[in-house]
């Protein structure tokens, strides 16, 4: 009788939807609260702790399914291929979200920073200079490009830890 073994892209797939579909609707929880241009520590923090955890959940799946089983390397790939996929469903919903929902997004939270940069006490030449370097940043292509690379960054740094954690290798015998 055949053994099949799980694959890693399958769990990075499904795990990923489902981060996906947990970001969107944490995008529009903050939409529905008019917090959605603002970002800070807390939406960060959410997120962070929101990716973690299916991240891991996906990876003791893949284990599961395994035979109790997983490599660093698998480990990894389930983790990077859980933060791309759901970045690549975030970018979707940003580009959404900006061109549909809400195309004054992109002024909102560029008045947002001018007033956390006024009371960070900036004058109104360096608040004029951090935007007017900033602008390049805003098209639709670096955003993209930018939020595909830091969807494999943040998806290799954490799964580095729970992968060396996780780790269980079949040896030879």
């Known amino acids: ?80 291929g859980i933060s791309l996929v759901a970045g690549v469903i975030g970018i979707i919903m940003n580009q959404i979200m900006q061109g549909v929902i809400d195309p004054e997004m992109m002024d909102k939270a560029i008045e947002f920073q001018k007033g956390t940069m006024m009371e960070a006490g900036m004058t109104s030449d360096q608040i004029d200079a951090q935007l007017k370097m900033g602008e390049s940043f805003r098209t639709p292509m670096m955003q993209i490009m930018f939020g595909l690379l830091f969807s494999i960054v943040f998806g290799f740094i954490y799964s580095l830890i729970p992968a060396l954690i996780l780790k269980k290798t079949e040896t030879n015998q």
Do not use: C, R
């Not at 055949?2 to 890693?8: M, S």
């Not at 399958?10 to 529009?28: E, M, R």
């Open 1 to 80: 009788m055949e053994n099949n073994k799980p694959t890693t892209g399958k769990f990075a797939l499904n795990y990923g939807a489902l981060l996906g579909g947990i970001s969107v609707v944490f995008i529009l929880m903050l939409y529905s609260m008019d917090m959605h241009y603002q970002g800070g520590g807390m939406v960060i923090g959410v997120t962070v702790v929101l990716s973690l955890a299916v991240v891991i959940l996906g990876m003791i799946q893949f284990k599961k399914a395994n035979n109790g089983f997983m490599s660093f390397g698998q480990g990894l790939k389930v983790g990077v």
